[in-house]
């Protein structure tokens, strides 16, 4: 069973002021610190441009590593969380769906459950805080790829990294296809 970290949280890595990019275009309230960033494709005859994060975007904070991950049609990759990196999430290949759960004690969000569709139809860079539980699954009919640029660099010795079960009853998230 899932028991939240406890871990004081700080949001002094961001700077005053900064608000979600995508809290115009969401109805639920978007999880405290998580920000996002639309990506612009540029199309010519050629093929495509799209910049990710930039040293001098608002939403960069360090870096730390490059890392691709992919995942099959229907896959789950999830839950975990980070006490010390950022992640990064930028999709390169097929759609996602990301869900953030939000555990923090003391958080203004506490309790609260994001869920983000991006990919080729919708390219968002999307920021996750540290400590908030993040998972996704790949929606579609082809292997979807994801670039994460995180703040840190994948230690072996010491993994920042921290999982839960997917379908753990204590996360409040149901993986199943929703129909609308």
Do not use: C
Request: aromatic share 10%.
């Amino acid at each position: 069973m899932f028991t939240p970290p406890r871990v004081s949280v700080s949001l002094a890595r961001f700077p005053p002021g900064a608000v979600p990019a995508a809290a115009d275009r969401r109805e639920d309230p978007v999880i405290e610190g998580v920000r996002t960033k639309q990506l612009k494709v540029i199309p010519d005859e050629r093929g495509r441009l799209m910049e990710a994060l930039r040293s001098d975007d608002e939403l960069f904070i360090k870096f730390g590593q490059a890392y691709i991950t992919t995942a099959y049609p229907g896959v789950i990759k999830g839950w975990h969380y980070h006490k010390i990196q950022i992640d990064n999430f930028i999709p390169v290949r097929g759609m996602f769906k990301v869900v953030l759960y939000d555990s923090r004690p003391g958080s203004k969000t506490r309790g609260e459950v994001n869920e983000f569709f991006i990919g080729v139809h919708n390219p968002i860079l999307l920021q996750i805080p540290i400590l908030v539980l993040h998972g996704f699954k790949a929606i579609g009919t082809e292997e979807a790829i994801m670039l994460n640029l995180p703040t840190e660099a994948y230690r072996y010795d010491a993994p920042d990294e921290y999982r839960v079960d997917p379908r753990d009853a204590s996360v409040p998230y149901d993986w199943s296809l929703k129909e609308k």
